[in-house]
């Protein structure tokens, strides 16, 4: 079965500080995956996706993550936080026409 | 160009009733999704339609139903409604290929 495990519900960084949110699949074949961004009472926004090609995505508004085969990992990172930063991240793989998300991480930005 | 539009925004039903949520796809996108996402959770995939049929199912019981039309605008049916199901549900729509999903700002449903 897949799935995609999110390690840590909440995260606090301050200001300026590197930021770290950590995603983990799996599935019996790599995955295409991704990361979106949810502000309160609203969607989900994409960040970045990876399908195939370069294991180290770039994507908006500073944020990257790299895919890891060995490790199952796609974890996203951004070298200075801001403070609009704050909101709820998700990870998501896809597969056979189906989407799992993790249970997402919130991000809290301290100034 | 228009992003995906979901009506309505927020819905109070009471348990054992049947509701009907819509979703209007980005224009020149073929494929729709739809998603639960309770409270504190991350979203849970209900199903996905691709030109007017059913493709990809999650773990969701019949009486949660689904329809494209031919505008590739989408329904999602739920019946029977059960306290559980309160929940912002999502509708996503895409071109068919994994990378393009938009999402919506989704429909808030309260089961009292």
């Known amino acids: 079965a897949q799935s995609v495990t999110q390690l840590g519900s909440h995260v606090s960084v301050s200001e300026g500080a590197l930021v770290l949110l950590r995603c983990n699949y799996s599935s019996s074949v790599p995955p295409y995956l991704f990361w979106y961004v949810q502000y309160p009472n609203q969607g989900l926004q994409l960040l970045l996706k990876?399908?195939?090609?370069?294991?180290l995505v770039k994507g908006i508004n500073g944020f990257e993550a790299e895919f890891k085969k060995s490790e199952t990992s796609f974890h996203l990172t951004k070298p200075s936080a801001h403070m609009s930063d704050a909101a709820e991240y998700f990870c998501a793989s896809y597969n056979f026409n189906k989407f799992y998300f993790g249970s997402g991480t919130k991000l809290n930005v301290k100034p | 160009e228009t992003g995906v539009t979901q009506s309505p925004t927020h819905l109070i039903k009471t348990r054992g009733q049947q509701v009907t949520l819509r979703c209007s796809s980005q224009?020149?996108?073929?494929?729709v999704s739809w998603y639960q996402q309770a409270l504190g959770q991350g979203p849970q995939f209900i199903f996905q339609y691709y030109r007017e049929e059913e493709n990809g199912r999650g773990n969701f019981p019949p009486r949660f139903s689904g329809l494209q039309f031919p505008n590739y605008s989408s329904e999602l049916n739920v019946n029977a409604l059960e306290l559980d199901d309160s929940a912002l549900y999502l509708c996503a729509s895409s071109t068919g290929q994994a990378g393009g999903y938009t999402f919506g700002s989704g429909t808030r449903l309260t089961v009292v």
């Open positions: 224009s020149g996108h073929n494929t």
């Open positions: 990876y399908t195939t090609g370069a294991t």
